[in-house]
Every structure is written in C-alpha cells, then in structure tokens.
C-alpha cells in the first residue's frame, strides 16, 4: 500500500497480489467536509482480494471498487475516484518516460526484492477462495477493466489487445480507446479525460463486475 502526492493530488495505490491488481485512488475527491483518507491493509480478504480501511475514520473499503462498506465513510456514501494504472516493465516504461519518478530504490525498507518475489505461490490457481469462475477465460488471464460512460464494465484481455494494437488495429468504446504505455495498457476518453482504467486477473475483476462484458477482437 502506498500513499503519495502525485501532481498535486493525493493518492492511495493498493496492490493485490492475489487478483494481479494494482490501483490509484485519488483520496483527496471526498467532500472537503471528510479528513482525506490515509488507507491501510487490513489483513483481510474478499474474494481473494485484499480489503484496505482509512485509518483517519476507520472505515473498510471494497478495494477492487473503492467503495466505503463500513464506518463514517460508507454513511457519507463514499466512494473513491480512480486513476490509471499501467502495468508495465521498468525498462519500457523508463524508455517511454524518462523524467518518470519512483516511490523509493529499495522499497523505503532497505531491502530489495526478487524479479518473482511469490516463487510461483499462484502458478496453480488462486490459492483462496473466490466463488465461481466466469469461464469466458481462463481464472488467471490478465484483463485491463474499464467501466464505461454508461457505468457498464467492460473488459479487455490484454495479451489479445496488445496484438490487435500491435498489428494496426484500433480499440474504442464508448468514447474511449485503450492505447499501447510503455509495455502496457492504458485508457484514454475523447475528450482527454482519464477514466481510471487499470489490470488484473480475470477472476478477480469478473467477481466484481460480474455482468461485465467481453471485449474481443473483430474478425
């Protein structure tokens, strides 16, 4: 979990190892009558995905949503804005963006950490429960999700949205059209608005989204 100030915004980043998902939420989009959210790890999970709280007013939020479930928060009908999140490697994304900043060197603990830190701990399948499995793909395949202007989610398997971009092809939906990041996926709206778009395994985002649509590509 990190909290940071990012162009003069605050944000809170949970990553998940379990659903494959890191987010960005933007804790200082709460009515100025609310304390900006400090989030903090719980130790919980729901549905294999790690639950997080603020520890200004103890309130638990659904992390995969950023919606407020409990405390202060869910009474004030909370719910955290996101921004994108690109997964990509080191390498790309310092090439793509060369005045990039990082959090810190070695984690801001003095360690650093293996290339695969989990020593293929997932390598079999979520390792805790998650309900049933939407079967469009497989529980553990990568999607980059978007919910739409319409409050549709949508997903898009990215190792098929990397090819389909790499070979000419154009992705669009509703306004907004998923472009290559370094070595990643991102989102970007017509009118150049950002709309918070980031990855995760299949299981997690179908579990909370589970009337998400499928994006596939054409032909």
């Not at 830190?117 to 939407?134: A, E, K, Q, S, T």
């Not at 990568?142 to 190792?159: Q, S």
Request: net charge negative; with cysteine; glycine share 12%.
């Amino acid at each position: 979990m990190v909290n940071d100030t990012l162009g003069g915004r605050r944000i809170g980043v949970p990553y998940c190892t379990l659903c494959g998902s890191a987010q960005a939420y933007l804790t200082d989009s709460v009515p100025e009558r609310e304390d900006i959210p400090v989030l903090r790890t719980s130790g919980l999970l729901s549905r294999s995905n790690k639950v997080m709280f603020d520890l200004t007013t103890f309130s638990v939020f659904d992390t995969f949503t950023g919606v407020a479930v409990s405390g202060p928060l869910q009474e004030a009908g909370i719910t955290l804005d996101q921004a994108s999140v690109t997964t990509s490697t080191w390498g790309d994304w310092k090439e793509a963006h060369p005045d990039t900043t990082i959090v810190a060197r070695d984690g801001g603990i003095g360690r650093t950490y293996a290339d695969d830190p989990l020593r293929g701990r997932d390598d079999n399948g979520p390792i805790f429960p998650i309900g049933d499995v939407d079967e469009r793909l497989p529980a553990r395949a990568k999607v980059l999700g978007l919910i739409g202007e319409d409050g549709d989610p949508v997903a898009f398997p990215v190792e098929q949205a990397l090819a389909f971009l790499n070979a000419g092809g154009t992705i669009d939906h509703q306004g907004v059209s998923v472009v290559r990041d370094a070595s990643g996926l991102t989102a970007v709206a017509a009118d150049g608005s950002d709309p918070g778009v980031h990855e995760s395994f299949w299981f997690a985002w179908s579990q909370f989204h589970p009337e998400t649509m499928l994006w596939q590509p054409e032909g």
